[in-house]
């Protein structure tokens, strides 16, 4: 699987911002997808999934209420919407998919899009 990110740019805080990851190749077997994002000196975190069979999202506490994930209707497509952006919202955004594997997981990532929120 492979995934292509885009949609990020310069906001001023209160703006807003949508994100696009487009997947290829064995999308069928994606399970679940999301959006991580990594600011500078910060570990990766995890902001927001979505199922693709059911739908099923999940948001972390940080952008509940503000970002909205979902699925274009091509199933091989998943968008975050962001709202009511913050500074602290700066990072760098990834795509993520899992599929199944052997005993786990596996995850796919893209190569990720810059998001800087201005104060």
């Known amino acids: 699987v492979q995934l292509v990110e885009s949609g990020g740019g310069l906001v001023q805080a209160g703006g807003s911002l949508r994100l696009s990851c487009v997947a290829s190749?064995?999308?069928?077997?994606?399970?679940?997808m999301g959006w991580y994002r990594q600011a500078p000196g910060k570990q990766r975190e995890s902001i927001a999934n979505?199922?693709?069979?059911?739908?099923?999202?999940n948001y972390a506490d940080s952008v509940k209420g503000r970002f909205a994930i979902s699925r274009g209707n091509a199933k091989n497509t998943m968008y975050l919407q962001m709202n009511s952006l913050k500074p602290e919202d700066t990072a760098v955004y990834f795509c993520?998919?899992?599929?199944?594997?052997?005993?786990?997981?596996?995850?796919?990532w893209g190569q990720g899009t810059q998001v800087t929120v201005s104060s």
């Open positions: 979505i199922t693709m069979f059911r739908g099923s999202t």
């Open positions: 993520n998919a899992q599929t199944p594997g052997s005993s786990t997981y596996s995850d796919h």
């Open positions: 190749g064995t999308v069928f077997s994606i399970v679940t």
